[in-house]
């Protein structure tokens, strides 16, 4: 289920968050506070595999993600860290969840939210500093946009390159997932690498993408 907003115009690219909390007031509360910009399109998972399949298809901007959609299948730590190759993650999880997340909080890649007073609130200002914060840019790339490109090429860019891209992780993360216990450990090193330089060439096709956008706030800066 999605909801679209008809005000915005056709030509505008529009934040994509993918929502994975079960049906009740956690998510009702959730949606009230990040679904109303006229910017932003709201799908729903009702459980990971959804999720994981949303997310490998639509490539979303920011997923926010309930461990009670999990079960007994999988940890929040596993689930999490599988997810987040595809987008930054807002996790809400209990206290006692907090610390196993540590590691994907300090690397940026998720914030986690206790179900406590204020949390659709603060749910909210995580997804909304995620949209409005690029990612930065890497150095090594920078010298690419000194030429004058077409004003629609970074977004050409990310959709050629990132769609396909997001196949190959989420397909990667599958295999792992399914046959990680029965392959033999270099072929599991193996997948491991290929979803690693995937993510890294994911975040570089980000930085392309957010690059001219970046130079045109400038240049308006300067021009005022």
Not at 70 to 75: E, I, K, M
Not at 144 to 161: G, K, T, Y
């Amino acid at each position: 289920m999605t909801f679209d907003s008809t005000g915005a115009r056709m030509n505008e690219r529009r934040a994509h968050v993918l929502i994975a909390i079960p049906e009740g007031e956690v998510r009702r509360s959730i949606l009230r506070e990040i679904g109303g910009p006229e910017s932003s399109e709201i799908s729903l998972a009702y459980n990971f595999r959804e999720l994981e399949s949303g997310a490998c298809c639509s490539a979303p901007d920011v997923i926010v993600m309930s461990e009670e959609i999990l079960g007994n299948a999988l940890s929040l730590c596993e689930a999490v860290r599988r997810v987040a190759a595809f987008a930054p993650i807002v996790v809400l999880a209990s206290a006692e969840s907090q610390q196993d997340l540590a590691a994907l909080v300090v690397s940026g890649a998720a914030d986690v939210v206790t179900l406590s007073a204020g949390y659709a609130a603060l749910a909210a200002a995580f997804v909304e500093r995620r949209l409005n914060s690029p990612p930065a840019r890497s150095r090594e790339f920078g010298s690419a946009w000194n030429a004058d490109l077409p004003s629609d090429f970074a977004e050409v860019l990310r959709h050629e390159i990132n769609n396909p891209l997001t196949g190959i992780l989420g397909n990667a993360e599958l295999l792992l997932s399914q046959l990680r216990e029965k392959l033999p450990p270099s072929s599991v090193q193996r997948l491991e690498t290929v979803v690693d330089l995937a993510v890294r060439l994911r975040e570089k096709v980000r930085c392309l993408a957010a690059e001219p956008s970046a130079r045109e706030s400038g240049v308006h800066s300067v021009s005022r």
